[in-house]
């Protein structure tokens, strides 16, 4: 698939990216602009010939019919046989026909019903059963149904002027523990987020929060702490939360996709639904523009033929994303499972195997922290990963002006470092001082940066509600072109099925209620010293 690709990619051998800043329009070219935000690739080792045969693939994918087959409804995840349709959760004045029907007036009404309740519980319309305002909200949720709302409560921080919002994920008992103890039950929400109601985690979570809410408030008003995100309304009615307060979404929008609807109503309840209305926008705006921008223009499209070429045609496995904002510090958890669970697949969607890597790996931490400590690897190790740098021109605390210089001075310090590095000479004459002869060669050494390392950096005015969603659509729409190109599905998610399947299984085993006997000799090791280390 990518064989005149290979031959740019061996062409350009020992070619050092500063050297393409010779051209003085190396930088405006090599961007895209668009919706205020600037997107930098011009650190990167893409030429115009490169990037012509990248945009070339776009083309044999044709990536254009398939972006319309998923705004316009068509099943294109096909191994589920479902619409993917995250996009018609902001695009609210939009008619969309899945089997004959037109959703969008559903997607308006639980808009709107959201609306309602989350303006009611912030002006405290809507009291917990003992007469007090909800002061707490605790989104109980795993995977999808976590990492947006979480990522984006944190994110939005400064807009926040509701509740207090906490998530609980994990099904180590010291998640939820630790969240409850410092909460007051009498004044809790507990938000059930999950699309089957059936996640195992979820669930047992949910069941932990119920009996505290009932060992402190009385079982018979457990229910009405409760409020249900979910697409599986018969579940959400066995546990007993009042229909008026589930919040219900179609299998069009996957799990990972999902925060732009009841899965946002932490968010929501946050920031208002005014500013929700604002994100939702920020994400219909990038909508459009991916719809309507040609080739270069078009920031996703770059966002993703970038990655493909440091993925597939450098060999670069990683990828890291480097938010400079300390608010970001959970995006890379959410980009980890938007990229990793719709594109870590070996198989293509006709069920052949792929004939090249799936997508990258993807991880990362906020800046200045990430500098602290594992940036040493990225300047100096062996292996090269391409960053992903983001940061606002601008912060919230104006009082604090100063932190934000200091901010945006290291981001642009770290991608500047990366490509120019530290030749033995200039190490030398670093250290001239201190050593000489062989020991000064030796120290030198030590000193030296490669260079020539990748990175492209995002940069925005200010991080808005309307700016998050145009970072987290931009991003979406990347990870579907990614996709399309490599030809897999990136709307199903098979590989987390069996780790479920196989710790259902030894449950009874790690109780002790069946034996182990089955299981190959290290897992019935483990079991073993589980067993006697227990208490
Ligand atoms: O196990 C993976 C997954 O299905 C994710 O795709 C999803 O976001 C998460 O679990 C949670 O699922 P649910 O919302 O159904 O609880």
């Not at 019919?65 to 018609?88: D, P, Y």
């Not at 009082?399 to 642009?412: E, F, K, R, S, V």
């Not at 299981?519 to 227990?534: F, M, N, P």
Request: aromatic share 8%; with cysteine.
């Amino acid at each position: 698939m990518f064989e005149e690709l290979k031959t740019l990619q061996a062409k350009t051998g020992e070619r050092q990216i500063l050297s393409l800043f010779d051209d003085n329009n190396r930088a405006r070219d090599f961007s895209v602009t668009a919706l205020d935000m600037l997107f930098d690739y011009s650190k990167t080792n893409i030429d115009a010939e490169t990037r012509d045969a990248l945009l070339a693939l776009v083309d044999r994918a044709d990536v254009a019919s398939r972006c319309e087959a998923m705004f316009s409804g068509q099943k294109i995840n096909e191994t589920e046989g479902r619409a993917v349709l995250h996009t018609a959760l902001r695009n609210l004045d939009a008619s969309v026909i899945v089997d004959g029907n037109d959703v969008m007036p559903g997607v308006r009404e639980t808009l709107d019903r959201m609306a309602t309740f989350a303006d009611a519980v912030r002006k405290e319309e809507i009291k917990a059963p003992g007469g007090r305002a909800f002061t707490d909200v605790v989104n109980i949720g795993i995977g999808g149904s976590d990492l947006g709302p979480a990522m984006g409560v944190l994110a939005l921080a400064p807009y926040a002027d509701g509740p207090r919002c906490h998530f609980v994920s994990n099904v180590d008992g010291a998640h939820i523990h630790d969240t409850l103890k410092d909460l007051n039950a009498a004044t809790t929400l507990v938000i059930v987020a999950s699309k089957t109601f059936t996640t195992i985690e979820t669930m047992t979570n949910a069941a932990t929060a119920r009996d505290w809410i009932a060992s402190h408030c009385g079982s018979d008003v457990a229910g009405d702490h409760f409020a249900a995100l979910s697409s599986n309304l018969d579940k959400t009615a066995e546990f007993g939360i009042d229909p008026a307060r589930v919040f219900g979404f179609e299998d069009w929008v996957g799990g990972r996709y999902s925060i732009w609807g009841p899965i946002g109503l932490s968010l929501m309840l946050a920031i208002g639904p005014d500013d929700f209305r604002e994100f939702l926008a920020g994400g219909a705006a990038m909508d459009a523009h991916f719809r309507e921008a040609a080739g270069i223009e078009n920031m996703p499209l770059m966002l993703a033929l970038v990655g493909i070429w440091h993925n597939q045609l450098c060999g670069h496995a990683t990828r890291a994303v480097l938010p400079y904002d300390q608010r970001l510090s959970r995006l890379p958890a959410y980009f980890q499972q938007l990229e990793m669970e719709s594109n870590g697949k070996s198989v293509a969607m006709d069920g052949s195997q792929l004939d090249c890597n799936s997508g990258p790996i993807v991880w990362g931490e906020p800046g200045t922290n990430g500098q602290h400590a594992f940036y040493q690897l990225i300047h100096q190790g062996t292996r090269v990963v391409p960053c992903e740098f983001m940061v606002a021109a601008q912060g919230h605390e104006r009082d604090l002006a100063h932190q934000h210089d200091l901010l945006l001075a290291n981001c642009l310090a770290q991608s500047e470092a990366l490509m120019r590095g530290r030749s033995l000479e200039e190490a030398k004459e670093k250290v001239a001082g201190k050593f000489a002869g062989a020991e000064l060669e030796r120290q030198a050494s030590h000193r030296v940066f490669a260079g020539n390392r990748p990175s492209t950096t995002l940069i925005y005015p200010k991080l808005t509600p309307k700016m998050l969603g145009q970072i987290i659509a931009l991003y979406e729409h990347r990870v579907f072109v990614e996709g399309v190109i490599l030809g897999i599905n990136s709307y199903d998610q098979w590989g987390v099925e069996l780790g479920k399947e196989l710790a259902t299984a030894l449950g009874p085993i790690v109780t002790g209620d069946e034996s182990a006997d089955s299981k190959d000799g290290s897992t019935k090791q483990l079991v073993a010293y589980i067993h006697a280390h227990k208490g």
